[in-house]
């Protein structure tokens, strides 16, 4: 969700672990 929010990249964050990434 904060990626989201940030407008990041979320595809790539979620191959990383976008849990991890939001805390």
């Not at 979320?10 to 991890?20: E, K, P």
Request: hydrophobic content about 50%; glycine content about 8%.
């Amino acid at each position: 969700d904060v990626q989201l929010q940030l407008g990041l990249p979320v595809d790539r964050w979620v191959v990383t672990g976008s849990v991890q990434a939001a805390d």
